[in-house]
């Protein structure tokens, strides 16, 4: 990466993405890339000054990055293989990386924070982030998500070698890093598109596992059974929420706003700490991410400071808005495990309420694997409005719609609904807990259904 000024990212406004490219700007090096559509976070990243663009032609490029010495293109697999751009820049001999493999370059120049897992990744790479930004030890961060307390999905220290990376297992990226630590949240199986099988998902972890550094460090969920092969002197820890390990939590409890519970190490307790992210699931990566700063020299007291601190992931449990009527929250979940998860623990919120849930699918090949799953999780709502599949990277496939989800769902109060009929549906409706659900994009309705219901409010 040394022999390149300028950087162009084909994709750039992925949370992933995005990331990389804040890093480079920082830099002081010239950052452009495109993206299909505006959004919030191209938005942002303009806003730093670096140039987003929404043409797809070769026209459109920037002056200086069509000089194949002096640019690296960096590309993410939802751009397609005929687009217009990538195909010239494939053609006039410029380098082409991976995001996944520009990580692995910056994890191979500090040690790697590396969480993974099905679901819990994002938020337990944030928190650990957090509570190691604010101690005296720092990191810098490259997140699968926007920091509520950053503003941002990337946190730069300049003392540090210390580099907290969501590690994304979606095309075997997270196979092109090389960790210091790693944190295994979960193996459910998913993107099956790409493994085929659920063993040959959970052998991916396995492979991941196998690149830790000599001497590094291995935290996995209690319970996830691998067949490791790890480096020399690689330790490896256990962890849960309530079922023991390494590293666990102890008398958990919920008094309104907030969660206590008590952290337990192999060699110390930290009693009474405290959650304003009042959800259960947030206390096992909790969990996680204490046990990965407590590693690295975190203090007892910077934990418990930090962690009271710690204010949430943009689109993770977001309570978006509130009234003596109406609560609405907003949440990334799209695996069948995620939205049980995610339904339980709104469900411990707001006990005895009614809970309407709002899901877009995300991906063909994921509903068709796992539509029963679905169907499963969704039948713990009181009422389901479910829209059409959020098709990313995808083309559709025969015979695969929301309906598979649908037909399987154990409720009697439950409507499909495209996306553009959303808003005057729930118009229609007495809400009491009302979430939205989905990886796609169905964040974008999220303002106007909060003016929706602010305008019922006064």
Request: glycine share 8%; net charge negative; charged share 20%.
């Amino acid at each position: 990466m040394n022999n390149f000024f300028r950087y162009y990212f084909l994709g750039i406004g992925g949370i992933g993405m995005s990331a990389l490219a804040r890093y480079f700007n920082a830099r002081g090096f010239k950052v452009a890339g495109y993206d299909r559509a505006e959004s919030a976070l191209t938005a942002s990243l303009s806003a730093e000054g670096i140039e987003v663009l929404t043409d797809e032609q070769v026209s459109a490029l920037p002056m200086g990055f069509t000089d194949a010495k002096s640019t690296l293109v960096v590309v993410t697999p939802a751009i397609p293989a005929d687009h217009p751009q990538l195909l010239y820049f494939r053609s006039q001999g410029f380098t082409i990386r991976k995001r996944a493999q520009v990580l692995g370059d910056i994890t191979r120049q500090q040690k790697g924070l590396c969480v993974a897992g099905t679901h819990g990744k994002t938020t337990t790479s944030t928190i650990a982030a957090h509570l190691l930004h604010q101690s005296q030890v720092g990191c810098s961060a490259f997140l699968g998500g926007i920091s509520n307390n950053y503003q941002t999905n990337l946190l730069l220290s300049r003392d540090s070698s210390l580099v907290v990376i969501e590690a994304d297992e979606y095309d075997r990226s997270f196979h092109n890093l090389s960790p210091f630590m790693v944190v295994i949240t979960s193996v459910d199986a998913d993107h099956l598109d790409i493994y085929e099988t659920p063993a040959a998902y959970r052998e991916g972890f396995e492979h991941f596992a196998s690149l830790i550094a000599p001497g590094g460090s291995l935290i996995v969920h209690k319970g996830i059974d691998l067949n490791l092969n790890l480096a020399k002197g690689v330790k490896v820890y256990t962890y849960s929420m309530n079922d023991g390990g390494d590293f666990c939590a102890e008398n958990v409890r919920q008094e309104e706003d907030r969660i206590y519970f008590d952290f337990v190490s192999p060699t110390e307790r930290i009693n009474d700490l405290y959650l304003t992210v009042p959800l259960m699931i947030n206390v096992e990566n909790s969990i996680a991410a204490i046990a990965l700063a407590w590693l690295n020299g975190v203090s007892k007291e910077e934990i418990r400071t930090s962690i009271s601190s710690f204010s949430g992931i943009y689109r993770r449990f977001n309570t978006v808005f509130k009234s003596d009527k109406v609560v609405y929250m907003d949440d990334y979940a799209h695996h069948p495990s995620e939205l049980a998860a995610s339904i339980r623990s709104i469900r411990e919120l707001y006990p005895g309420r009614r809970l309407t849930g709002v899901f877009q699918p995300h991906l063909y090949s994921r509903t068709r694997d796992f539509a029963a799953g679905f169907a499963s999780a969704l039948s713990g709502l009181d009422e389901l409005i479910l829209l059409d599949i959020y098709p990313a990277r995808e083309k559709p496939i025969p015979g695969v719609s929301s309906r598979l989800i649908f037909d399987q769902v154990k409720l009697d109060d439950k409507t499909l609904c495209s996306k553009e009929n959303l808003l005057s549906l729930l118009e229609e409706k007495e809400l009491d807990v009302l979430v939205t659900f989905g990886a796609g994009d169905i964040d974008r309705l999220v303002p106007q259904i909060k003016e929706m219901l602010k305008g019922r409010a006064d």
